[in-house]
């Protein structure tokens, strides 16, 4: 759910022209959103509102490699319903585009960053933020009713050949196994970013 006011005909033509000048499929366009190609048609259709995370790295991303669509990457934010954060609003979630030689990665790095330095320091949960920032809807971020199967614990259960004990200390130890291999890699993760 998005608050902000957006412009369905401005964006659709504005999408259309940016496509036809940098060559671009809609697989395309989702990729430099983030998103996938169904995105993109949702977008010229006029169905779904870009997510300002989703408009900004795609229009970041023009930017920066289309120097001369600036100005419509800038009417697409516009469009989408984002144009009061183009011009360097500092409390925005992203910064503006004119941020974007950086690159969108290191910008979207940096945003999340400080989303979560925010959250933090309003001692508010992180995907509450999300939701206040317009990059996901409340319905996305709902948890499934059940976690997917681990494939070796079914494999364990299945065994005709083991005891209900030894099923119960096999899968510990797989359980154990799996978490310490998580914590290393989290672990090796925190060490990369320090």
Known sequence: MHTTEWDRTAL???LDAIMERADL?????GRLAGRDRTMANRWLTGKHQPAYEAAARFAAAITEQ?????????????ASGYGDRIAGDTTSLLPSLEASAVGASDVLRRAVADLR?????????????????????????????????????EEINASSDLSDGTKIALIRAHLENRARRFEE??????????
């Open 66 to 78: 289309r120097p001369d669509l600036a100005d419509l990457a800038q009417q697409f934010m516009a």
């Open 12 to 14: 659709r033509d504005t």
């Open 117 to 153: 330095d925010r959250a933090q320091a309003e001692g508010r949960p992180f995907t509450e933020l999300l939701v206040e920032e317009g990059i996901v809807s409340p319905d996305e971020l709902v948890v499934p009713d059940s976690l997917r199967p681990d494939p070796m614990i």
């Open 25 to 29: 499929s809609q697989a395309a366009v």
């Open 185 to 194: 890699v989290r672990t090796k993760g925190k060490e990369l970013d320090d």
